[in-house]
């Protein structure tokens, strides 16, 4: 089928969506007719609407603080076990941190060289988290060749080295629309420590239509990236063209509602800044 065209001048507003039933189970058949779309409560017009598997630009960022060299051979295999289940056109980068983080491995579809890049051991150092995020985002954005953008993050602790703070972080995710998910392997649940680290993730997660997740135990870290990477690869990609198509710099709440033979819950990001696109090329064009 033709993909259909738009005017260059015409702004698209485009969500990567997730349906569940109320059992948590994955809706993935569901037709255009079943999702509604709202912006600041009012119902929008959706433009283009897609259930296929579209390849996607990864940034997989690994913990490697010296609180991480019991579990780092573990999230190693979990993030190979990732790249793994994705679509085999997507490309990934792998960024390492610590004290500070750092691109180990640029933007590639080889899995040896993403292979050679997860491997390390010298876990050594603090907790730089939003330092990997803010490097992730603004690399994914400047160098991303897939038009959709996706991070993952396994780490075990409360960032403590950072420089960016959470509410740059926070106004960064709100004007982003790379997903982010994490998997948080906090050794105490109920520490200060593991309900602050929560909260931050489930803040930036939450923010961007990703999830945090905590299992109970190292043992399930490979059957949750590999939900991760089949939640990535059946998405519904929804695109509408705002009825206030003003870039007044305000911050537009976005609701998806999809309506099956039971009730359904949508994840998708909830909002954006309406505000002149960084990159000129990807606010006119289609997904795909």
Do not use: W
């Not at 059992?23 to 283009?48: C, H, K, S």
Request: aromatic letters at 6%.
């Amino acid at each position: 089928m033709q993909a259909p065209s738009y005017r260059a001048e015409t702004r698209l507003v485009v969500l990567h969506a997730t349906v569940r039933t109320g059992r948590g189970v994955e809706v993935t058949d569901l037709g255009q007719q079943a999702f509604t779309v709202f912006e600041n409560g009012r119902r929008q017009p959706i433009t283009l609407f897609r259930r296929d598997d579209i390849p996607v630009s990864i940034g997989l960022l690994i913990d490697n603080s010296g609180s991480m060299r019991p579990l780092r051979a573990r999230a190693e295999a979990a993030a190979l076990t990732f790249v793994g289940a994705s679509n085999p056109l997507d490309e990934a980068c792998v960024i390492n941190f610590a004290d500070k983080p750092r691109i180990d491995v640029p933007l590639t579809s080889n899995r040896s060289a993403l292979e050679a890049g997860i491997a390390r051991v010298d876990s050594i150092g603090g907790t730089a988290l939003r330092d990997a995020v803010d490097l992730a985002e603004s690399y994914l954005r400047n160098n991303a060749s897939r038009d959709r953008r996706a991070l993952l993050v396994i780490t075990d602790g409360r960032d403590n080295a950072s420089q960016i703070t959470l509410r740059q972080l926070e106004e960064m995710a709100r004007q982003s629309d790379t997903e982010m998910y994490a998997i948080g392997l906090f050794a105490s649940a109920d520490s200060a420590e593991a309900k602050d680290g929560r909260h931050e993730l489930d803040e930036l997660t939450g923010r961007t239509g990703g999830v945090a997740y905590y299992p109970s135990g190292i043992d399930d870290i490979d059957t949750i990236v590999t939900d991760v990477a089949l939640q990535i690869r059946r998405q519904y990609t929804i695109a509408y063209a705002p009825t206030n198509q003003a870039l007044d710099g305000t911050y537009r709440r976005i609701r998806v509602d999809a309506h099956g033979r039971e009730p359904l819950s949508v994840r998708t990001r909830t909002g954006y800044l309406a505000t002149p696109p960084r990159d000129a090329a990807h606010s006119s064009r289609p997904p795909g």
